[in-house]
């Protein structure tokens, strides 16, 4: 009930009181600060998804959804400290698309893009768990290739390349759409550097190593991969050869 009460003196002005209302229970104000510090929870949460959905689209790529070039810089790096500290050697492999100016300039960007998203699909699909692969920027990719089998790196290695370069070919170039045309296998060229042991280098170098290599590949015919070897001696170029594993002189 509201009562009103007048100001002795001053008829036109009142003070209105409300009653106060009971005072909440034990329980009561238990569950109420438990619904208190759920609703805050919920927003830490929220606010923590948010975040991470940021963070993981700073190191995405928007076109194929594989890891971005910031992403595999920051693995390179952690890569390259545990084999300067004697850890596993491991493989970084260059991936440039052939001929991508071609599609680009006879079937428009759209197609072009395509190939770059079954490519992601089609490569991705030969590339284990424990490796990353990723795009770096316009038609090059790269793959981080952990290597297990010391005893046998060379067959390793080597197995993997062919693997990358075959599924490639399930890529078709031309539009789908375009039934007039045979379809045309898409290719790769490969730049392999293997990174030993007790070796301090950057990954800048080797960016530049791989990219040389995969260079390599494109003089010597295209759909084919050069592997180099990084040591505590220096880059050493070990050979060319092609998508079934065969020397190219």
Do not use: W
């Amino acid at each position: 009930m509201i009562d009103s009460l007048q100001i002795e003196n001053n008829p036109d002005i009142k003070l209105t009181v409300e009653p106060q209302g009971e005072v909440p229970s034990p329980e009561q104000r238990i569950a109420q600060l438990e619904k208190q510090l759920a609703e805050t929870q919920r927003l830490l949460d929220e606010e923590r998804a948010k975040s991470k959905l940021l963070e993981s689209l700073s190191m995405t790529d928007t076109l194929t959804e594989l890891p971005n070039r910031r992403f595999i810089q920051a693995e390179m790096e952690r890569k390259l400290q545990e084999v300067a500290r004697g850890g596993n050697p491991f493989a970084v492999v260059m991936v440039d698309v052939d001929n991508f100016r071609q599609v680009n300039e006879s079937f428009g960007h759209p197609q072009g893009d395509t190939v770059l998203k079954e490519l992601a699909i089609e490569v991705g699909s030969s590339v284990r768990g424990t490796d990353t692969f990723g795009r770096l920027a316009g038609d090059e990719f790269m793959v981080l290739l952990t290597i297990k089998d010391l005893d046998h790196l060379d067959q390793e290695v080597a197995s993997f390349l062919k693997r990358y370069l075959n599924s490639a070919h399930r890529v078709n170039r031309i539009p789908a759409n375009i039934k007039s045309l045979t379809p045309e296998p898409q290719t790769i060229s490969l730049g392999c550097a293997v990174v030993m042991p007790f070796n301090e280098v950057s990954p800048d170098e080797i960016y530049k190593i791989a990219d040389e290599l995969a260079y390599r590949s494109k003089e010597k015919g295209k759909n084919c991969y050069t592997v180099g070897l990084v040591d505590e001696f220096g880059n050493h170029e070990i050979g060319t050869y092609s998508d079934q594993g065969t020397l190219i002189e």
